[in-house]
């Protein structure tokens, strides 16, 4: 059946990131999800890396946007936009998507509309067809679980919008819950004290490189420190500053208690078999939050379940929205919704009028 299809992707389109997988190739593109767009033409001037390398250093008329919030397509136009200069950089060509199957993730827990935002955005770009699948379920089959047996496990995944805790067994999402906190949120609380404590503004580059070079979630972590440079708000004037990595665990550490009550949230949805479960199976981590230095044995310790992190833990969810395009790619569960060309007047017209009911 998958054989009519010229090419199949699996995709992860994050709030932070975006990568792509291609059937028979592996992972072909990891690269930012920004926009950079002329405001006065709207002319699109950079996507991805080019476009991040910006932030900070454009002038007025540039607008530098992230399409995505929270996991979810907050700017569909400039999601389009950012698809296509991404499966034309890959393909190089203009046929883009046509004739393709695509796979795409999405946060557990989202609404039907804004899926359906996801799929129709793919499908916009030529895609035969188009299936919505859920974050935890892609990430823990790309770190290689067997998520179709009758066995509990636990993931958390740990993006740049959003931390997910899911359940997951017989293939399915027993429970799950969703923090919109994650990655860029530590970046922004990064931000904000250098600011109240320095009187110093530092950029969005600035504070992530801060976090990767001395963020940590280990309280006995050998100090390290990093001079950082930015604008001091009395005087105007470029200024210094050294900080520590045990500031920053302090700004880690508030993050991190939202994690565990997230652990223990889900945790209390989930029968007691598949509790008992988690506790065999350890927990699974994923996601750019994942490589923080002493995550994983900080939750290991505060929750008491061994917590192993993916080998690969900011690729697994396109690998495994990948692997779903061949053996998992005529199931149909719960979590997953296939959506085709035919079927897209229809929705459109049906969902507008259902959905603005609601609202």
Known sequence: MLKRFDKLYGIDLGTSNTVIYEKGKGIVLSEPSVVAVNQNTGELLAVGAEAQAM?????????????????????????????????????GRKSLLRSSQVYISVPCGITNVQKRAVEETIIH????????????????LGAGLLIDEPIGHLVLDIGGGTCQVAVLSLGGIVASH?????????????????????????GERTAEEIKKRIGTANASAEERTLDIRGRDM????PRSVRLSSGEIYLLVDDFFKTLVEAIRTTLD???????GDVIEQGILLCGGGALLEGIDKRIQAETGV????????????????????????????????????????????????????KQ
Not at 125 to 140: D, F, I, N, S, W
Not at 178 to 202: C, F, N, P, W
Not at 269 to 275: D, H, K, N, S, T
């Open 55 to 91: 932030v900070g250093r454009a002038p007025g008329y540039v607008d530098i946007t992230y399409p995505l919030t929270n996991g979810v397509i907050a700017n569909i136009e400039m999601t389009s936009r950012m698809l296509q200069h991404f499966i034309k950089k890959i393909q």
């Open 125 to 140: 770009k030529g895609a035969r067809r188009a299936v919505a699948v859920e974050e935890p379920l892609a990430a823990a």
């Open 178 to 202: 969703t923090v919109h906190r994650a990655g860029m949120s530590i970046d922004q609380d990064i931000m904000d004290y250098v600011k109240k404590q320095y009187s110093l503004e530092i």
């Open 306 to 357: 061994h917590v192993h992190i993916a080998e690969d833990p900011l690729d697994c969810t396109a690998l495994g929205a990948g692997m779903m395009l061949g053996e998992h790619g005529s199931r149909r569960s719960m979590n997953q919704r296939t959506y085709k060309p035919e079927e897209q007047v229809a929705v459109s017209k049906g969902s507008s009028n259902r959905e603005g009911s």
């Open 234 to 237: 009395i005087s105007g004037l």
């Open 269 to 275: 949805q989930c029968p007691p078999e598949l509790a």
